[in-house]
């Protein structure tokens, strides 16, 4: 069974511009959350997806935006890119909704760089 | 707001002893609790859960231990290896709807 995919693995930026992240969950798997990971502030919810819908919502900016598609594939986006933006950024999937007790399965990330 | 802390960042043992790893929270309402590891270059990893309904709970050279009293959470690795070098989060998940991760504790295994 194939685990978590997210592309691309490495992405450079520069500020100002913007940025669409891909995640395909595990198949079978509805619900797709995201997280941002950074040194000085560990990993911080973004939000989470299931059924296409958006369940549940960190304290990012609406430059952070997402979606879901009827596949359960997901894709994150961030707008007007800052440096403070730099981040490794995962995903992870479950059947059910995470905060429920279901185990996330999270995929390699996307590092991403602005300059 | 709610929070889950780690007391130490980083943890140094030797080869075949164990670990403990620890983890302070500060939500009481908090009814589930997960340890994810984390390797160099990869996503966080399950380790084990438990529910607030229960004080212990053993999965394989793993045990997660659960003090609700004082709100305090622990995962003990039994003869820790090499392989065993990680990052380990402890998170928090349940009342607000979304899972918090902690800072992580960094363990590494002396050969």
């Known amino acids: 069974k194939a685990g978590v995919t997210q592309t691309p693995r490495y992405l450079i930026k520069t500020r100002g511009q913007q940025v669409t992240l891909s995640c395909s969950p595990i198949s079978g798997h509805r619900s797709v959350s995201w997280y941002q990971q950074t040194p000085g502030q560990g990993l911080q919810f973004l939000f989470e997806y299931f059924s296409e819908t958006q369940r549940n919502k960190g304290n990012f900016p609406g430059r952070f935006s997402g979606r879901q598609f009827s596949n359960s594939r997901s894709e994150m986006n961030v707008s007007t890119l800052e440096l403070g933006d730099s981040a490794l950024y995962l995903c992870?999937?479950?059947?059910?909704?995470?905060?429920?007790?279901?185990?996330?399965?999270f995929g390699s990330g996307t590092q991403l760089s602005v300059l | 707001g709610e929070s889950v802390g780690l007391h130490l960042p980083t943890l140094s043992v030797q080869e075949g002893d164990n670990s403990i790893i620890n983890c302070a929270y500060s939500?009481?309402?908090?009814?589930?609790f997960i340890w994810y590891k984390q390797e160099s270059g990869k996503g966080p990893q399950f380790i084990i859960d438990i529910r607030s309904n229960m004080d212990k709970r053993q999965g394989q050279r793993v045990t997660v231990l659960l003090n609700k009293t004082v709100k305090h959470l622990s995962l003990q690795i039994a003869a820790t290896q090499p392989g065993d070098s990680a990052v380990y989060f402890c998170?928090?998940?349940?009342?607000?709807?979304?899972?918090?991760f902690g800072t992580g504790t960094l363990l590494a295994v002396q050969p």
């Open positions: 939500n009481s309402a908090s009814d589930y």
């Open positions: 992870a999937s479950s059947r059910g909704q995470g905060f429920g007790g279901e185990k996330l399965f």
């Open positions: 998170v928090y998940g349940g009342a607000t709807n979304k899972l918090i």
